[in-house]
Nanobody, 122 residues
């Protein structure tokens, strides 16, 4: 059974940084990703990575500011978020067991964490 546990969320001022972590037990690599959902909005893809080759994909809104990475030995996924903006405020979710990483589509991921809240104030 795959279980994903996120950590690292919090409150930060605009321009600040946060690093999210996602530890996977039961692991389900191949394609893993980060998604976010703001109140009243649909869940959207933020970044994804093919765990075997390391190829990464990003939503246009976060390119150049966010970096997805992994520690394969620790079965941990990271999302480094820099230059945060108020519009980045959302619940952030880790996802695993995905395919077609480049689509950043929630429907293509089988396993989800509980989420960690990120709040960016102006």
């Amino acid at each position: 059974q795959v279980r994903l546990v996120e950590s690292g969320g919090g409150s930060v001022q605009a321009g600040g940084s946060l690093r999210l972590s996602c530890t996977a037990s039961g692991y389900s690599g191949y394609c893993m990703g980060w998604f976010r959902q703001a109140p009243g909005k649909e869940r959207e893809g933020v970044a994804a990575i093919y765990t075997g080759g390391g190829m990464t994909y990003y939503a246009d809104s976060v390119k150049g500011r966010f970096t997805i990475s992994q520690d394969y030995a620790k079965k941990t996924l990271y999302l480094q978020m820099n230059s945060l903006k108020p519009e980045d405020t959302a619940m952030y979710y880790c996802a695993a067991g995905g395919y077609d990483c480049y689509r950043l589509a929630p429907a293509r991921f089988a396993y989800w964490g509980q989420g960690t809240q990120v709040t960016v104030s102006s």
